[in-house]
């Protein structure tokens, strides 16, 4: 029977969470794992939007006789990245195409969607905290009873299972 309640309705609250793991493991299982597959399709899918812009480029410096390629002194991969980044992740399907192909959504642990300024900084914590803890940072999530890393809860966001929330109509 299809439950036809709102992420706003008492019946998903435990404590104040509206995505609880004792009371909803299915939205939980699997997501690290799926994460991390996910993470490896959108660092592909950043390459293939990285190499299109240096091809942009590229013909822009030969129409302009050599003055465009100075756009190569751009960060370039950061602007790629943070675009695909705001604009998936912050969009109104809530995740990357790499997210939606392994079934995981991205929500604030009140049960609303982020928006591409939020999705940029979940992006910019996680390189920081990459390039600093190195893998370590990984490692908050197998303690965490939301599978949740520390971009997440610095942001208080929550990355679930979107199957779930699709068959509850959230």
């Known amino acids: 029977q299809e439950i036809a309640m709102t992420h706003y309705d ?13 009371r909803e ?26 190499a299109l812009a240096a091809l942009v480029i590229f013909a822009i410096g030969v129409v302009t006789l050599g ?4 756009l190569f002194a751009l960060p370039l991969f950061a602007i790629v990245a943070l675009l695909y980044i705001a604009l998936t992740l912050g ?7 790499g997210m939606r192909m392994m079934g995981v959504t991205i929500r604030s642990t009140d049960g609303q969607r982020i928006g591409p300024i939020i999705a940029a900084a ?4 996680f390189w920081f905290s990459m390039s600093v803890l190195t893998p370590f940072v990984l490692l908050v ?14 942001l208080g966001t929550v990355i679930l299972n979107n199957d779930p929330l699709v068959r509850t109509r959230r």
């Open 10 to 22: 008492d019946a998903y609250r435990s404590d104040g969470l509206v995505f609880d793991p004792a």
């Open 25 to 50: 493991p299915e939205l939980f299982d699997g997501v690290l794992s799926k994460r991390f597959f996910a993470c490896i399709v959108d660092a592909i899918l950043i390459g293939v939007f990285l």
């Open 67 to 70: 003055i465009g390629w100075f």
């Open 91 to 97: 969009g109104p399907k809530a995740a990357t195409p």
């Open 122 to 125: 979940h992006a910019l914590i």
């Open 141 to 154: 999530g197998l303690f965490s009873n939301r599978k949740r890393l520390l971009q997440d809860m610095l």
